[in-house]
Nanobody, 118 residues
């Protein structure tokens, strides 16, 4: 299974970005998909996640400014981020809890850089 993340880049304070992450390979179904981020010198932290049933969870730091969504047919998860702040600068990673046989395995994407300039 591979997760291909895209959509990062350089954006000005207050701008928006939409991240995408597509899962491909041996997939029967996907449970939770999520986005994490890691800023320099900091631990990786959850940004948002979405279950197979569509329930979402957001970090307090992005609540009200970000929306996570999924295209179940395409095995793709999106993260719309608005009103971006310099503290949102980080490498963003997606993950997916993939079911192929009778168990699930957590896979990670390669990361996409988001830089917010002031």
């Amino acid at each position: 299974v591979q997760l291909q993340a895209s959509g990062g880049g350089l954006v000005q304070l207050g701008g928006s970005l939409r991240l995408s992450c597509a899962a491909s390979g041996r997939i029967r179904s996907i449970n939770t998909m999520g986005w994490y981020r890691q800023a320099p010198g900091k631990q990786r932290e959850l940004v948002a996640s979405i279950t197979s049933g569509g329930s979402t969870n957001y970090a307090d730091s992005v609540k009200g400014r970000s929306t996570i969504s999924r295209d179940y047919a395409k095995n793709t998860v999106y993260l719309q981020m608005d009103s971006l702040k310099p503290e949102d600068t980080a490498v963003y990673y997606c993950n997916a809890d993939v079911v192929y046989t009778f168990t699930s395995t957590l896979y990670w994407g390669q990361g996409t850089q988001v830089t917010v300039s002031s």
